[in-house]
């Protein structure tokens, strides 16, 4: 059988290691076996066969990720709810293989608020495709998202749910851009945009 070996430290092995006991896996690829030896920890994934997946497509990737992150629920929270969340969904990462969907590269596996995994939806079309070819436009994917999670969110709750999440994301695209020295001046604009049409709702 095919293998992928990702190195990690000896804590993050042992961390991936407890989640894939604890959760529902199947949307990840399979470990086959792991070695905790400190020199050089590492994981053997089973090789995912298939191919990245197609922009027709992305509203099923979306409504199983919203379906993993229900079968791994933990607790309600004020926003969402806690659960397994992948840490980075973005179309390089999701491949669509003769089983289903499929999520590569875990190496952002953690557990968070299930929204922690919307971070490259484009809800408001601001970001431009040759500037940010890493975000993916809203076309309704949000709403198949809810309808996996089994999220039950009216249509006037749900544009001041897109903008709530949207201000999380903006923060912490700031605080990586700083963190990595990169220009993050429309972020920034657009937080303080969004600060405001949430301030006028509450």
Known sequence: M???RKYFSLIRVKELIDLYDRFNTDFLPKINCFSLQTTKPYI????VNGKPVEINNLSDAFNELGKFHRSN???DETTGFSTLCHGDFHAGNIIETNNGIILIDVAYLHIGNNYDDLDYLDFFNWFESSTHPWMIKDKQYFEKYLE???LKIKKNDQNVL????TKKIL???IK???KNNID???EKRLLENIKMDLSDIV
Do not use: Q, R
């Open 148 to 150: 996996g999670a089994k």
């Open 176 to 178: 990586n851009g700083i």
């Open 171 to 173: 923060e912490k695209f």
């Open 162 to 165: 897109k903008k709530t999440v």
């Open 184 to 186: 993050t001046n429309l």
């Open 2 to 4: 095919k293998t992928v």
């Open 73 to 75: 629920f933990i607790k």
């Open 44 to 47: 053997d994934f089973n090789w």
